[in-house]
């Protein structure tokens, strides 16, 4: 009985103050454009990158010549996350959630990131540090061109403590004949073939003539370009030698190649003049300038 008191009690009252409220008259923007093709979505996503390259390079004309700042100098600051003032969490709250929205991470706030820098700096102090400055020793190895038993890897744990090192090894290399000259290659070893986006049929006469080898299946991620295996490839298969090997990647994996590839990773299974099984390693193929 009671509830129903109070539920009627409540209605009446939302009845006295409903009249009251004053909701504003719905007006759309009058510059706002919302996109009906992807034509128009496409247009209006370049006008926006236009707008942000003006803007860029207007805060870019606003900053000061070198020349122009003669005497002065950059000193190194006390981080100290307690302080607002500072802005020094609110600068890491801002480069982190971009560096996240890069990689599609989930962003944080700003008493987030505090609570994660208190915890991280003894981290940043010891380890991070020491990681820093064993990486920094390797760098300067490779910019002297010191051969590789100059180097060393490092395994670290302050927590026992122990800091194991080990020389390097260099990678595994298979040997392949071509054309009668000897070839030792590694897992970071590509073949570079730069030719245009031309037709699987010529892509396949080009790799013949070139190294003397033939084709017998050539693939691209899981999808399978092309197929021979000694009782000729079934008609499906020899339509697409007419067919740019780019459209030929795109037909039998059903997904459009991205704007902004340049490069088919393809993996092939080759034979020599012999008849016999060569091992090469993977084909990176410029289909697009």
Same mark, same amino acid.
């Given at each position: 009985? /009671?509830?129903? /008191?109070?539920?009627?009690?409540?209605?009446? /009252?939302?009845?006295?103050?409903?009249?009251?409220?004053?909701?504003?008259?719905?007006?759309?923007?009058?510059?706002?454009? &919302?996109?009906?093709?992807?034509?128009?979505?496409?247009?209006?996503?370049? %006008?926006?990158?236009? #707008?942000?390259?003006?803007?860029? @390079?207007? *805060?870019?004309?606003?900053?000061?010549?070198?020349?122009? +700042?003669?005497?002065? =100098?950059?000193?190194?600051?006390?981080?100290?996350? #307690?302080?607002?003032?500072?802005?020094?969490? %609110?600068? &890491?709250?801002?480069?982190?959630?971009? =560096? %996240?929205?890069?990689?599609?991470?989930?962003?944080?706030? $700003?008493?987030?990131?505090?609570?994660?820098?208190?915890?991280?700096?003894?981290?940043? %102090?010891?380890? $991070?540090?020491?990681?820093?400055? *064993?990486?920094? *020793?390797?760098?300067?190895?490779? /910019?002297?061109?010191?051969?590789?038993?100059?180097?060393? @890897?490092?395994?670290?744990? +302050?927590?026992?403590?122990?800091?194991?090192?080990?020389?390097?090894?260099?990678?595994? =290399?298979?040997?392949?004949?071509?054309?009668? @000259?000897?070839?030792?290659?590694? !897992?970071?070893?590509?073949?570079?073939?730069?030719?245009?986006?031309?037709?699987?049929?010529?892509?396949?006469?080009?790799?013949?003539?070139?190294?003397?080898?033939?084709?017998?299946? !050539?693939?691209?991620?899981?999808?399978?370009?092309?197929?021979?295996?000694?009782?000729?490839?079934?008609?499906?298969?020899?339509?697409?030698?007419?067919?740019?090997?780019?459209?030929?990647?795109?037909?039998?994996?059903?997904?459009?190649?991205?704007?902004?590839?340049?490069?088919?990773?393809?993996?092939?299974?080759?034979?020599?003049?012999?008849?016999?099984?060569?091992?090469?390693?993977?084909?990176?193929?410029?289909?697009?300038?």
């Amino acid at each position: 009985m /009671l509830t129903r /008191l109070l539920a009627v009690v409540i209605v009446a /009252l939302c009845c006295l103050a409903l009249p009251q409220v004053k909701v504003p008259v719905f007006a759309p923007k009058k510059d706002m454009k &919302i996109a009906t093709t992807d034509a128009e979505a496409k247009q209006m996503a370049e %006008a926006v990158m236009d #707008d942000f390259e003006a803007e860029k @390079n207007a *805060l870019i004309a606003k900053l000061p010549a070198p020349t122009s +700042l003669p005497g002065w =100098r950059m000193h190194s600051i006390d981080f100290e996350k #307690d302080d607002d003032k500072n802005f020094h969490v %609110a600068f &890491i709250t801002a480069c982190s959630n971009l =560096r %996240a929205r890069n990689y599609r991470i989930k962003e944080q706030n $700003t008493h987030q990131t505090k609570f994660i820098a208190g915890k991280i700096i003894p981290a940043i %102090a010891t380890t $991070t540090a020491l990681v820093t400055g *064993l990486v920094c *020793l390797e760098m300067y190895k490779l /910019l002297q061109k010191r051969p590789i038993e100059a180097f060393r @890897n490092t395994y670290v744990n +302050l927590a026992l403590p122990l800091v194991a090192m080990s020389e390097p090894i260099g990678p595994q =290399r298979t040997k392949t004949e071509l054309k009668g @000259n000897e070839w030792k290659w590694s !897992l970071w070893d590509r073949i570079e073939v730069d030719i245009g986006d031309v037709p699987l049929g010529d892509f396949l006469a080009y790799f013949k003539d070139k190294y003397g080898l033939e084709i017998t299946m !050539l693939s691209h991620g899981a999808s399978m370009l092309y197929y021979d295996f000694g009782v000729g490839p079934k008609k499906k298969v020899k339509d697409r030698l007419a067919m740019p090997v780019s459209k030929v990647a795109e037909s039998v994996g059903k997904n459009a190649l991205p704007e902004k590839d340049k490069y088919l990773i393809l993996e092939a299974c080759v034979q020599n003049e012999e008849g016999q099984d060569v091992e090469i390693p993977f084909i990176r193929f410029k289909f697009r300038k």
